[in-house]
């Protein structure tokens, strides 16, 4: 019997993929599964991909309450924002992974820009790759875990600036992300013969609530009395399910964009930043990133370039959204909190085509 946990908010994409990654973990048991609009209704009717497997033929959705998921060892939290604090709070003491942006925040003034209901305040934030996150992981009960978003951009950009090779006050970032990272609820935005053979920027222009979340983490991998980062972030909607491509500038500081091998020392700098990760990838000099690489995957790829002629420094990163973006990230955070090998019921590998 392995460590029992449940999954409140399981009938959307990434409490979807949430089940399909605990059906294959090694060490975990399947508790309560739950879903708002979706209780009493089949697991499989809204996860078909989950027909077979023994936790979940036969087995409806519950209703989601602290009743139902109080007697797990850990809850995973794949709730709309906004939802998750309140539930939290009737669970007083529980080990929870939460994947909304309930706790992601620690300033309330943004918070209240970019989300509009109250303030819960701020969790340990789960990306393990950052440095000292393991341990404060480990130590936590509670953790966020990050926006897919703001996992893809931070991982371009976090080795630039925690080595100082970037200045903070001009970073880029426009990412295409899948229209998974929009969620189940149907939108006209989202309908197939909108979205496919055309892609679309929205929320241009400083308005993404993933922005100060980024900033936010860029912060605090600097060295204490740096300056603020400043983010200028375009996301876009590409017509695929899954998958973000975030391409991430960044003003190199004095000295080494003719420096004797600029490239070399920005490689140098993610190399080691991500020597023991073993979800991040740093691709070989010239190959670039592709979003197919990574589908169904835990895995990040990187790959950065000096633009010499810009001063720049250009960054690609991919992930899969409800991957190491969502339900992968969620389960290695629990890993880590339950100490369990970071990489069990995980994959690195994409499936290809």
């Not at 190199?252 to 091998?261: I, N, Q, S, Y």
């Not at 190399?271 to 990574?294: E, I, K, N, R």
């Not at 370039?305 to 290695?332: F, I, M, P, S």
Request: hydrophobic share 45%; with cysteine; net charge negative.
């Amino acid at each position: 019997m392995g460590t029992r946990v449940a999954v409140a908010g399981a009938s959307g994409y990434a409490g979807g993929e949430l089940l399909r990654l605990l059906a294959g973990h090694p060490d975990l048991e399947i508790g309560a599964v739950t879903g708002a609009s979706s209780a009493g209704q089949p697991v499989t009717s809204i996860h078909p991909n989950l027909t077979g497997h023994s936790a979940f033929d036969g087995r409806a959705f519950d209703a989601t309450d602290a009743d139902t998921l109080g007697d797990a060892e850990l809850i995973f939290m794949a709730l709309p924002h906004g939802e998750s604090a309140a539930l939290a709070a009737a669970l007083p003491g529980a080990r929870i992974v939460d994947l909304s942006a309930d706790f992601r925040l620690d300033d309330a003034e943004a918070w209240d820009t970019f989300y509009g209901v109250p303030y819960a305040g701020r969790w340990t934030y789960g990306l393990p790759e950052l440095p000292g996150a393991r341990e404060a992981i480990a130590a936590a009960r509670t953790v966020a875990a990050p926006g897919c978003y703001a996992t893809t951009s931070i991982l371009g950009l976090a080795p630039l600036l925690a080595a100082g090779l970037a200045e903070p006050d001009d970073l880029v970032v426009v990412a295409a992300s899948g229209t998974s990272g929009a969620g189940r609820s149907p939108r006209p935005g989202l309908l197939a013969s909108e979205v496919m053979g055309s892609l679309s920027a929205y929320k241009v222009g400083g308005k993404h609530r993933h922005t100060p979340e980024i900033e936010q983490a860029l912060t605090e991998v600097m060295p204490s009395g740096s300056a603020p980062v400043t983010l200028s972030f375009t996301p876009v909607l590409a017509p695929m399910p899954r998958g973000i491509l975030a391409t991430c500038t960044a003003k190199l500081t004095p000295g080494v964009a003719d420096g004797p091998d600029p490239e070399s020392t920005l490689r140098g700098a993610f190399a080691a930043a991500y020597a023991d990760s073993p979800f991040v990838h740093l691709l070989p000099s010239g190959q670039w990133p592709v979003t197919g690489a990574v589908t169904g995957s835990n895995g990040a790829h990187v790959q950065v370039t000096a633009d010499t002629h810009a001063g720049r420094a250009v960054v690609v990163a991919t992930t899969d959204n409800l991957g190491k973006g969502a339900a992968g990230q969620a389960v290695q955070i629990a890993n880590i909190m339950l100490g369990l090998p970071e990489t069990a019921g995980l994959t690195t590998h994409g499936v290809a085509p």
